[in-house]
């Protein structure tokens, strides 16, 4: 089936630090979409995107989506302790129904 | 607005009882998500129905899993018999509208099973 491979699978950062996350498909996807879960919580959205090379940001945050559709980033500036948590992305590939894949997700521990 | 609804939040069983999990969506929300999460697999789709029809439930792992969604404010996800293999966090999301992946999902709390 659809494999999206998310690396790394953990991150260790001193607080300030920036961290990025990064999800790619062997296929091209249509869409991507990006979810936090704090530990011991449930996955919260984040962002979707759909464009090629489309770029979003919501404050420190920016996700960016591939030329190719194929490639997906996260990307934190100056991380805080509030950011701890797994990031995860799901993506639908070109031409699926609706379900989506999630990556196995990156685990970002903040060391203060 | 409560949000996704599940119940119960914790469940024990033994091996070889039945399990029934609970979703109440938010009201108004058309497509429904079962998803299991372990370590090793990480976060798996499981089925999902849109306007209460099941579209797709080839991530159901085998028979002993069964989900139905009577109406648009319910569904289940019944394992029969249990195993300890199903120990697992199951969480139920809903979405506004169905379409090709587009859309937040919002995800319930989670049931967290564990099978004896």
């Known amino acids: 089936g659809q494999q999206v491979m998310q690396i790394p699978q953990y991150q260790h950062v001193q607080e300030g630090e920036d961290f990025t996350t990064y999800c790619n498909s062997s296929?091209?996807?249509?869409?991507i979409q990006w979810y936090k879960q704090r530990p011991g919580g449930h996955p919260v959205f984040l962002i979707q995107l759909v464009k090629s090379g489309e770029v979003k940001k919501q404050k420190r945050l920016t996700f960016q989506f591939g030329e190719a559709k194929k490639n997906s980033s996260l990307h934190i500036t100056a991380t805080q302790t509030t950011d701890v948590g797994t990031y995860f992305c799901?993506?639908?590939?070109?031409?699926?129904?609706?379900?989506?894949?999630f990556g196995k997700g990156t685990h970002l521990i903040i060391q203060p | 607005d409560a949000g996704v609804i599940q119940s119960p939040r914790h469940e024990v069983t033994e091996m070889g009882q039945e399990v029934t999990l609970r979703c109440k969506p938010i009201s108004g929300h058309n497509s429904l998500f079962w998803y299991r999460q372990t370590m090793m697999r990480g976060l798996e789709l499981l089925i999902y129905?849109?306007?209460?029809?099941?579209?797709?439930d080839s991530g159901m792992p085998e028979d002993r899993f069964s989900a139905k969604m009577p109406n648009a404010s319910f569904s289940t996800l019944k394992i029969q018999p249990s195993e300890p293999r199903d120990s697992a966090v199951y969480f139920c999301a809903s979405r506004a509208s169905p379409g090709q992946g587009l859309g937040e999902q919002y995800f319930g709390p989670g049931t967290r099973l564990t099978v004896t």
């Open positions: 296929t091209t996807l249509s869409n």
């Open positions: 799901a993506a639908l590939p070109r031409g699926g129904a609706d379900g989506l894949t």
């Open positions: 129905f849109n306007n209460n029809v099941p579209i797709d």
